[in-house]
């Protein structure tokens, strides 16, 4: 009587479990998969940015260095911008290593960008959380517009119609701030430059 009422307890557990794993850990994961690459094909293949040949050259959702005068860059990483190795510095705001990298990169933005360094936008002389935030402020990259319009040898109102025409907004209008994703800005660039 005793086996007949532990196996009667048993087989719905095991059962459950079975469901539980098969049918949430693969058959979920297999069609939210499948939908999200039906609806959002680029986004579910990681939002990549491919030459005419097909050659990925990017993802829109991570940061990468840009070399050169002629590219906005963006916000400095902790990570060397490795996918890999994400993440921020984890040093605390008392931390005196810390003051003195954002002092250090505060005067060679301010350098770089030929303005006052009270007119640096933090977010170019700090690190996000993640190391690979692809976004600037509006603010930030402006800074940076008479740099790259000089390197180029383009007008800067040129440049400035380009980086104009890449603000997002807010996120259905209400949440966060604008913004720019400095990857898609500079391929931008790129692609201007060998437009007719």
Known sequence: MKSTTSASLWRPAIGLSLFG???TGLVYAIVATGIAGVLFPAQA???LLRDGD?????????????????YFQARPSAANYD???????NLARSNPDLAKRVADA????????NIDPAKVPGE??????SGLDP???????????ARVAQARGWPVERVQALVEAQVQGRQWGVFGQPRIN???????????????
């Open 21 to 23: 794993l098969i049918g």
């Open 45 to 47: 293949d990681g939002s």
């Open 54 to 70: 097909g050659t990925v050259r990017a993802s829109l959702l991570v940061a990468q260095p840009f070399k050169g005068d002629g």
């Open 83 to 89: 996918p890999m190795a994400a993440a921020g510095s």
């Open 106 to 113: 505060t005067a060679a933005v301010a350098t770089r960008e």
């Open 124 to 129: 170019l002389a700090t690190q996000s959380g």
């Open 135 to 145: 976004e600037l402020s509006p603010a930030a990259v402006q800074v940076q517009v």
């Open 182 to 196: 400095v990857v898609a800005l500079n391929r931008r660039l790129d692609e201007a430059m060998h437009a007719p």
